[in-house]
Antibody, heavy 119, light 107 residues
């Protein structure tokens, strides 16, 4: 069973860039064509950030599109998220997730990483 | 953007009882709707996809129904481990959106 693990800084300064990586283990990143990032502010609901394909194609949530970049590194079995110009509103648990083949549902998730935006 | 509205916000029931959770979409999503369960400190877990199909390993007490704009997640007889927050998610239109969640708590 594939496992996902988020990594990156847990604290980012306002106006800075949030950078996270999702490592895929126990299987190949090629087990699915599409991979996503989802976030959850403390005590709140889920927000889809965007997705990347194995070929590098991307789709982003319009609410974040101007600040988001998602990329894939197949050789290292990982994909990444960059979110620029962060504010306190970007404080959240960030999850990486695998999309079910042929659909945009999420059948495997990382444990999540809390990223706090604060000076 | 399609807005998903879940009701009730909180549902208080006892083990063994039947739970009925609702998800209403602001426009038709056909049957492109999923349900997730989330426990504290854990990521969401896919329960139901395409409105009525159970994901791998999900017990038969979980069932989903509906199409268009109105959907229901039913748990036929609550087990202690079922008390959690439940989210619906649509994939019919970009961007992918989630409902705000229903908290299922022990009465």
């Amino acid at each position: 069973q594939v496992q996902l693990q988020e990594s990156g800084p847990g604290l980012v300064k306002p106006s800075g860039t949030l950078s996270l990586t999702c490592g895929v283990s126990g299987g190949s990143i090629s087990s699915s064509k599409w991979w996503s990032w989802v976030r959850q502010p403390p005590g709140k609901g889920l927000e889809w950030i965007g997705e990347v394909s194995l070929g590098g194609s991307t789709n982003y949530n319009p609410s974040l599109k101007s600040r988001v970049t998602i990329s894939v590194d197949k050789s290292n079995n990982q994909f990444s998220l960059k979110l620029s110009s962060v504010t306190a509103a970007d404080t959240a648990v960030y999850y990486c997730a695998r999309e079910v083949v042929g659909s945009t549902y999420f059948d495997s998730w990382g444990q999540g990483i809390l990223v706090t935006v604060s000076s | 953007e399609i807005v998903l509205t879940q009701s009730p916000g909180t549902l208080s029931l006892s083990p063994g009882e039947r739970a009925t959770l609702s998800c209403r979409a602001s426009q038709s999503v056909s049957d492109f709707l999923a349900w997730y369960q989330q426990k504290p400190g854990q990521p969401p877990r896919l329960l139901i996809y395409d409105a009525s199909n159970r994901a791998t390993g999900i017990p038969a007490r979980f069932s989903g129904s509906g199409s268009g704009t109105d959907f229901t997640l039913t748990i036929s007889s609550l087990e202690p481990e079922d008390f959690a927050v439940y989210y619906c998610q649509q994939r019919s239109n970009w961007p992918i959106t989630f409902g705000q969640g229903t908290r299922l708590e022990i009465k």
